[in-house]
């Protein structure tokens, strides 16, 4: 069975720039979450999506970051436009609905803006 | 607010054990969970304890729980050079479906032969 996959691996664009990170979660896992990771800091929750539909997206930095999940399968995580301190690893997880003690995680996408 | 902490380093000698420590404020914590972050990998989940339980073992793995003190351990016995890695301690509060997971820094394991 696949794991949790994420695309690109890295990117690296200029502030003022957009990018578009992908998941493709584990088939027929409906909880889909994003996390970021910002150098020498924690992990940090931006939001969850439960099929098609955001469940909790208090972890969103600000305006310039926007998620979907149309359809409930793969995810977009979009940033427009970039800043110098949305550098970091942008994690996706799934797990299955009712039995979601352990998120999947894909290998993440390192995010570099210049 | 909620806050995981973890020590950043940890060095041991190949075949010695490893303990690596965790506090965390949340006492609302429901699962505390283990992942391991290998170099240019992701995370996988290493183990799980839930809240009400002291401590869990799986092979070369042990879990201790002080909910008390709010503080989680894990000790990898006979530590391997294949056990280098970043090990994260995260929780989360909640027994609904929203599981978000709240994090500490990690602890970079380094074991020397």
């Known amino acids: 069975e696949a794991g949790v996959t994420q695309f690109p691996s890295h990117s690296v664009i200029e502030k003022g720039q957009t990018v578009t990170l992908r998941c493709d979660p584990i088939s027929g896992h409906d909880n889909l979450y994003w996390y970021r990771r910002v150098m020498g800091k924690e992990i940090k929750f931006l939001l969850h999506f439960v099929k098609e539909s955001k469940q909790d997206e208090s972890g969103m930095p600000n305006n310039r970051f926007l998620a979907e999940r149309t359809g409930g399968t793969y995810s977009t995580l979009k940033v427009q436009p970039a800043e110098l301190e949305d550098s970091g690893v942008y994690f996706c997880?799934?797990?299955?609905?009712?039995?979601?003690?352990?998120?999947?995680f894909g290998p993440g996408t390192r995010l570099t803006v210049l | 607010g909620e806050d995981v902490e973890q020590s950043l380093f940890l060095s041991v000698r190949e075949g010695d054990s490893s303990v690596i420590n965790c506090t965390y404020t949340?006492?609302?914590?429901?699962?505390l969970y283990w992942y391991k972050q290998e170099p240019g990998a992701g995370l996988q989940l290493l183990t799980y304890?839930?809240?009400n339980m002291d401590m869990k073992q799986d092979q070369r793995l042990t879990v201790l729980l002080n909910k008390k003190d709010k503080h989680l351990s894990l000790r990898i016995a006979d530590t391997q050079t294949g056990d280098s890695a970043i090990y994260f301690c995260a929780e989360t509060g909640s027994a609904g479906n929203n599981r978000k997971l709240i994090w500490g820094l990690g602890t970079s394991l380094a074991v020397n032969p």
């Open positions: 997880a799934s797990s299955p609905l009712l039995i979601n003690n352990e998120q999947f």
């Open positions: 304890i839930f809240s």
């Open positions: 949340d006492s609302s914590s429901t699962y």
